[in-house]
T-cell receptor, first 109, second 121 residues
């Protein structure tokens, strides 16, 4: 089973700043199957990025994903007030198994 | 516009079987393009997401190895629904349960709102 480790656990930033969130896998992940989600309290997760770098429908271009192999990054170029939430990475492996990272909480500084 | 809606009992007694249904509207679960899945999230800060299992239109199922012995996912195409059964539940199964759609690219792109299931006597 591939384990995804996200860092930092909590990121404190101000609106307008740039956010960089990391997702590291215990073994190589097929880039096509690395995704990022945003979750706000009381809501279901929302797909932001799939295939490591493709934005989902309706996602603003301030969100971008990059990376390959075992290291992946979600970048939010300029934080808006509505971007403060918890972010999860997720991978889909060849064994038809899905795993999620433990999440990064992005909070207002 | 595709929508998913979970339904279930809310409260389940320990050792019993949890049964949940996901009703899909605005699209067909019989499409050969999509998988359909169940994901859960225990309550409380810092609690993450756990994939439970998925089903393909053909009826093929895929389960999280850690839950496989207790999980059954099935579909009812006539009602455009798919279901989750989790047997021998304990307090550790208390969570918000989500159903979701998974297109070929491997991510879950449409989610239900989730339903809270509490395991307690």
């Amino acid at each position: 089973e591939i384990v995804l480790t996200q860092s930092p656990g909590t990121l404190s930033l101000s609106p307008g700043e740039r956010a960089t969130l990391s997702c590291r896998a215990s073994q190589s992940v097929t880039s096509s199957f690395l995704a990022w989600y945003q979750q706000k309290p009381g809501q279901a997760p929302r797909l932001l990025i799939y295939g490591a770098s493709s934005r989902a429908t309706g996602i603003p271009d301030r969100f971008s994903g990059s990376g390959s192999g075992t290291d992946f990054t979600l970048t939010i170029s300029r934080l808006e007030p509505e971007d403060f939430a918890v972010y999860y990475c997720q991978q889909y492996g060849s064994s038809l198994m899905y795993t999620f990272g433990q999440g990064t909480k992005l909070e207002i500084k | 516009q595709l929508q998913l809606q979970e339904s279930g009992p809310g409260l389940v007694k320990p050792s019993e079987t949890l049964s949940l249904t996901c009703t899909v509207s605005g699209g067909s679960i019989s499409s050969s393009v999509y998988y359909w899945g169940w994901i859960r999230q225990p309550p409380g800060p810092g609690k993450g997401l756990e994939w439970i299992g998925s089903i393909y239109y053909s009826g093929s199922t895929y389960y999280n190895p850690s839950l496989k012995s207790r999980v059954t996912i099935s579909e009812d195409t006539s009602k455009n629904q798919f279901s989750l059964k989790l047997s021998s539940v304990t307090a550790a199964d208390t969570a918000v349960y989500y159903c979701a759609r998974r297109p070929p690219m491997g991510a879950f792109d449409i989610w239900g709102q989730g339903t809270m299931i509490t395991v307690s006597s």
